[in-house]
């Protein structure tokens, strides 16, 4: 059974996360606070791939797709009207985590809080992005 390198406490792989190749357990990680849940209200679709080394491949011409699920229909009311939105999203696959690295942009080694990378414990993303057209419950 893996070893919390903190408290040297065994725990099973469901109450660690791995970063930097250390096992830490959630105890210590988030000081005993409870996770919450997070719901899908639908996924995004576009023609970008994740490579190796910095950013997505892909052209970034094309418009991405926010497929939102039937029941989130009525949370549409009047979206149109704005031109830009925000959207808040999780890096559902995973991904190594680690607390430094060298940023792709400059070569800066930073904190994972210094950057933009989705290698981050939380996995949650934000981002605004042009609104182009609503079809049914799907954005452009």
């Known amino acids: 059974m893996p070893v919390c390198t903190k408290c040297k406490k065994e725990k099973g ?11 830490m357990c959630y105890s210590c990680l988030y000081q005993n606070n409870k996770p919450f849940k997070i719901f899908p209200i639908g996924f995004v679709e576009n023609q970008l791939e994740r490579g190796g080394g910095f950013g997505l491949k892909g052209s970034r011409d094309n418009v991405s797709k926010i497929r939102l699920f039937e029941s989130q229909r009525p949370f549409l009311y009047k979206l149109e009207e704005d031109e830009w939105i925000t959207v808040v999203y999780y890096f559902h696959k995973q991904h190594k985590i680690r607390s430094t690295f060298s940023r792709g942009i400059d070569g800066k080694k930073v904190g994972i809080f210094a950057s933009r990378t989705p290698n981050r414990l939380s996995r949650i993303g934000i981002t605004n992005v042009k609104l182009v057209k609503i079809e049914d419950t799907t954005l452009f």
């Open 13 to 23: 792989l469901d109450q660690l996360d791995k970063f930097d190749d250390k096992f």
